[in-house]
């Protein structure tokens, strides 16, 4: 299965979907950390300046393993298309908000029919913290993704609870709970299928 990582940086996700023979196409502006990705799981990869656009493609031997070091905007369905899948960790929730439609009309256009779309969100109230990530009610997802993907919310949970502190990772609980007072904050994931 062919899955795309928009603003991967070097998240292990990857490594877990590649390792499962997946092919994995991820695209990222920061060229550092895709190259501490590649050397840190010991990928042996070429590297080639692209043609149509400013920037880098790192692909495994295996070419199983794409990373796309430039501008997400700037990709296009005639550089990767056909994905199965998309894995989406908070990407569509960092991006500029006038930016949403863009983003969506831009990773819809990667994917083949009936692409299964793994959406990570976030949900918060608070005046002391400023996005990203931008907090993204359901009715907000439904209401980007409708008519162009079928939607269901598969799990919600604290993000500040001691329960969820390995999946949410030890260093970002410890920010979100130094920096923001009396605070309540979820983590949302959606399975999106587009249509």
């Given at each position: ?36 990705f ?14 149509k ?27 990767e ?23 969506i ?7 083949a ?7 990570e ?6 005046a002391?913290y ?9 009715s ?26 390995e999946?949410i990772g ?26």
């Amino acid at each position: 299965m062919s899955i795309f990582v928009p603003l991967c940086g070097k998240t292990e996700d990857m490594f877990w979907l590649y390792s499962r023979g997946h092919t994995v196409v991820g695209v990222d502006i920061a060229a550092i950390g895709l190259e501490q990705f590649l050397n840190g799981h010991n990928i042996n990869f070429s590297k080639q300046k692209l043609e149509k656009i400013d920037g880098t493609l790192y692909t495994s031997e295996d070419g199983r393993l794409r990373l796309y070091a430039c501008d997400l905007f700037k990709m296009t369905n005639e550089i990767e298309s056909g994905f199965m899948g998309v894995y989406d960790r908070m990407s569509f929730a960092a991006i500029n908000i006038n930016d949403r439609k863009k983003y969506i009309e831009l990773v819809l256009s990667m994917c083949a029919p009936d692409c299964r779309f793994l959406l990570e969100t976030v949900t918060y109230q608070s005046a002391d913290y400023s996005p990203p990530p931008h907090s993204l009610e359901d009715s907000m997802v439904k209401e980007y993704f409708e008519g162009r993907c079928s939607f269901r919310k598969l799990d919600s949970i604290d993000a500040l609870l001691n329960e969820n502190r390995e999946r949410i990772g030890a260093k970002k609980q410890d920010h979100l709970r130094d920096n923001l007072k009396a605070f309540d904050m979820r983590y949302n994931l959606f399975l999106l299928t587009c249509k």
